[in-house]
């Protein structure tokens, strides 16, 4: 090791220190998970669990009328259909969650699949993250009010996000009632 070699060395770690502080660390990590979530496939869901999502749970026509099964309540036992499935990235005025349900699996052929939810729905959501993947009842969620609760496991369950332990069809089988 020559002086000179030092003396560079020891400058190099002090540029690269203090460019440290120059680096938004946090943005480039939402931008690259932004990227990951946007060319990811959707999950590929098994039988049982497509027969407890909104893909076979959903809305449906039955005798000349829309039927919607039953909405989920404080009762329902829920969980994230993959960990990976979704980011949450805080905005300014609400959280931006970006997801995998929707994704095309053609390259980027679609947009980036996001939702806008209010900051109150924060605790709700690391909740599901951190319980992830037991079922958990939608009434544990650490949310100031039900309708909060409900309302939140509605929107994740719409946009394919959340499974049910049980099918939501009034016409499902026994084996899943």
Known sequence: SSPQRVEFLRRVEKLLFK????????????QMASEYLHTALPPCLSPEERHCSVAESGPRWKEGDVSTGRPIDLNSEVRLVRH?????APGEESLTLLYTTNNSRVYKEKDVQSI?????F???????????PQYTRVKSL??????????????L??????????????DASPDYV
């Open 19 to 30: 460019l440290k502080s120059y680096l938004t660390v946090d943005t480039a990590v939402d």
């Open 116 to 120: 806008e939810v209010d900051f109150e």
């Open 157 to 170: 369950y719409d946009h394919g996000l959340l499974l049910t332990k049980h099918s939501l069809n009034d």
């Open 122 to 132: 924060a605790d709700g959501l690391e909740f599901l993250l951190q319980h992830y």
């Open 84 to 88: 990976g499935a979704l980011r949450i």
């Open 142 to 155: 650490p949310l100031d009010d039900n309708a909060a609760k409900c309302d939140l496991a509605s929107v």
